[in-house]
DNA sequence: CATGAATGAGCTTTCATTCAT
DNA sequence: AATGAATGAAAGCTCATTCAT
């Protein structure tokens, strides 16, 4: 009895974090972070104000906690996706995982208009590190792995990664938000050809 | 004798402008501009609070407007040097203006500062294409000019100028300010070596 | 004990709006509204300036609310006294119940100041007349219903009434407050021979 | 010649202080006083904001100004129309004088609209009561010398000069303005009459 | 744990008025 | 006499944060 008093407890906190990030969310994606108050928030999450103060320090916290979750989860299913598919060209599985975030985007661009609105690439994208260094997945070594199996060898395989990470976020971004230079669709031939490029600097000649 | 009184005056109220221009240029270096108030850059500048109103709309145009000044001075005198040095090579060329700007951004990480800290990226994006297209020096213009002269050959010129702005600026931004993913100098020959190869996807075979 | 804490909170409460509405009131008798700073009343009334934007929207809400609350009081004592005085004559009742509010201006003329200092008759006005037409005794019904059974008819009955009405307001609100054209009492007797003049134009011949 | 120049310095001056009269008039017209600055008013009459100040002491004096002089200009006028109509009978010569300014106020609502707008019926009828007072053609003389002559007597004739003048003035303010309670053509009738039930309460017997 | 009333610092913006030119 | 740049006090209002209940 008393087991279950506690975890219902614990459970109703859940809820109510779950509830002022959700509602947090929502309103990030519809507003600047400076335009959202943390009265808003509770408002909408349905708690009183202090109750926020229980659980975030204030609402750049809870930002970042956002976005954190965000970029993990993305990076996650992508590479969930990279291990069903057998793929083995290097090429191509740098490509697919590239797609495979992109796709997720694409789909959700709350998620995209939830970074803009907050101006707040420079905090997703050090998530994003974070979210690629710390994953089971360990992105950088596979790439390697995979390089060197496939015959390819970069002097300085992490910056590589990073430069084609980097392209393809600063670029997508507005593609997909704005269609700006192309829509996602027409601009993907173009990137893809270009990292392929930037790739095939690697390629050892046999 | 009256002229030289009225020009007195609006010398004054150039004074008086470059004075806001400056003092809200060094305050949003060192502080996001939601952190700056207007008190903050008329205390600076030296100026009453009304005296803000009579230039300037509120503090978002001042940023816009420093944004377009620096902006514009970066691509001057980068177009000079290129004009100064006869390099009629495709691929040097683009290199070289791209080093240019480089160069100043190294030199004065102020700017970089105060693009980060007003996250946007995007403004100063907008900012350089005006200026860009503006400008006696046609950037795409020449892009496309040189190339067709040196046997390059793209579908879609504009986008392989902006995926290559894009690339420059999301990675040597971090480059200059933290070494990251590699100090500068160590980095240029790497970013040099693929937008190389991303261009030479355009060479045609003869 | 939970009620009483709950309860001694919305009394709290209470006490707070109405010192608010009293430190309001005590200002806008003394200055024009205008000149009346949301800063003035929360001095005044000794809560913070953030307070105030609880409990009202602005500063003119709360003095639409003031005159709203003098209208209703006004009307409603001057109706008592004539429950409480069987008067059956129609002329009589008129006069009567013009009378007694006359008698409660004479007395508080703060409520007269008020209204001059914020040059509010037309909200006042309006105020008086939802006063006069929602209140359980409804003049304008009432009205008519005397005029009838003492052999009195009027094809505009309503229009009447409002000009007796605007007529004693513009009138008396000087006589009280600055005896022009006379002190009240002696201006007294003129007011209601002319009123009864204008009555008498409804009266039937038999 | 010197007179000829000073003459035309003194003409320059007028034309200003008239252009900001007449910009002043045409804002109060629009927009509460309080939300007219000086400099709108200075900004529709073409001068500077200086300038203001050698011709008015704050923009409340340029509102007593203007409607001293539209009442005066009222009452001038409609006397004007009396003196022309040979109009002997006393009830006729008092309703004639109250419509007369009447339909310059319905063929002119401006002048109501900035007296609704400034919220002056105070000063407005402070004004008008100056103007009755000092005309060349006095009013309530006249009034009284009519009344005798037709077989009027009252004790207080300039009361009820005053009675019939407010009672006027608040209820055709409305009337014209916002047909509140009737349109002023409908109105007019009752007015008249009871008008008139106030006069004869003076007519003596024969 | 949760509440929400209360706070007051701090923001943006306006505007009457002055005064050197 | 006329100008208009400069002033800075003061207004309305917001909001993160606290704390008694």
Not at 48 to 74: C, N, P, S, V
Not at 164 to 182: A, D, K, M, R
Request: glycine fraction near 2%; hydrophobic fraction near 40%; charge should be neutral.
């Amino acid at each position: 009895m008393v087991i279950s008093m506690k975890s219902k407890i614990i459970e109703n906190k859940k809820i109510k974090e779950n509830n002022l990030l959700q509602a947090a969310f929502n309103l990030f994606t519809k507003e600047d972070i400076t335009n959202v108050s943390v009265n808003d928030i509770v408002k909408s999450a349905g708690v009183a104000k202090g109750t926020f103060y229980l659980y975030f320090k204030d609402k750049y916290q809870i930002r970042d906690i956002l976005i954190q979750k965000e970029a993990h989860r993305l990076f996650e299913e992508a590479h969930k996706q990279l291990e069903k598919n057998d793929i083995r060209n290097f090429e191509d599985s740098v490509i697919f995982l590239i797609n495979q975030v992109l796709i997720r985007l694409e789909n959700n661009p709350l998620i995209l208009k939830f970074v803009e609105r907050n101006l707040s690439w420079g905090v997703f994208h050090a998530q994003l590190n974070t979210a690629i260094d710390n994953d089971s997945f360990n992105l950088i070594k596979e790439f390697n792995e995979i390089a060197t199996a496939n015959g390819y060898e970069f002097e300085n395989s992490e910056v590589i990664l990073y430069l084609i990470v980097e392209l393809t976020g600063s670029t997508c971004y507005n593609s997909i938000l704005h269609s700006q230079p192309l829509p996602i669709e027409e601009y993907k031939p173009i990137l893809f050809d270009s990292i392929r490029a930037i790739l095939s600097q690697g390629k050892k000649k046999s």
